[in-house]
């Protein structure tokens, strides 16, 4: 798949920010959060969008991008020492590119070491700008949005939330709009943690992405056989499928089990509802802790 970028822009909210709003800071959580982007991708056939029925288009995105960062101010700013962003309405980084293929045959059979070429900037760069976006035209005229969100001042739910609002505002469709809050740092004020790294303990090397594709009826059916009587719930779909992933794991590797090595399975869990009290799901930044569990020597279970 070959990527030709034909635009490099910034992109600035489409009124300027507040005085008041000139300053983010950032939260304990935010703070300790690792220094990656994290990446999403969406995929758009050549067809029209909104009631409008305008057809999508680099400039269309632009648009809507800088409407929507009006209400995502932090997200054009920059991170300043870990502390704060400073909404200087530098903008967001904007890239447009071509690619020399059609949007089926990507989607198709999607390569994830191809996909990181409709990105705007790899996961582990080290910059100051939170957000990234880059438009790819296909030949076909289709398009994939790449986008890179900076993990310090967001999770994955807070990411969801800023495409949710996105989606909405370039559909004109202000009724399923709500607008972020940004005020995690009153809950859980900054620290002064010189001397910490956020990125050690990051694996790099060794790192192989495949793709597994489960059909509706596969994860309905997994959910049904981890049912138990005892609990009387049935599993969610996150909860089925990674109780067979896991199994299946830890059947493949228990011929050669070592006791030097240590499994484990990560789960992010988003803990915004489950605080007392619990706080609105549109709260703006890192509010996630993992919960792992892990085999041990003897085979049981760690929680």
Known sequence: MKVEVIEWDCIKPSSPSPNHLRKHELSFFDQVAPPIFMPMLLFYPATSYGDDETPLSAS???????????????????????????????????????????????????????????????????????????????DCGGMAIGVCISHKVADAFSLVMFLNSWASISRRDNCNYRAAIFDLATFFPPRSISGFKAGVGIARDKIVTKRFVFSASIVASLRTKYTTSETERRPTRIEALSAFVWSRFLASTQEKSNSDIVYKVLHAVNLRTRMEPALPEHHFGNRRRLRRARRSVMGLWDK
């Open 60 to 138: 269309r995105v632009k648009q809507s991008l800088s409407e929507t960062l009006t209400q995502f101010y932090p997200l054009a700013g920059r991170i300043i020492d870990n502390a704060f962003v400073d909404y200087n309405d530098e903008g967001t980084p904007f890239v447009e590119a071509r690619v020399k293929c059609l949007l089926s045959d990507v989607v198709s059979q999607p390569d994830p070491n191809q996909l990181n070429k409709l990105l705007p900037c790899d996961s582990e760069c080290v910059v100051d700008f939170v957000l990234a976006v880059q438009a790819n035209i296909f």
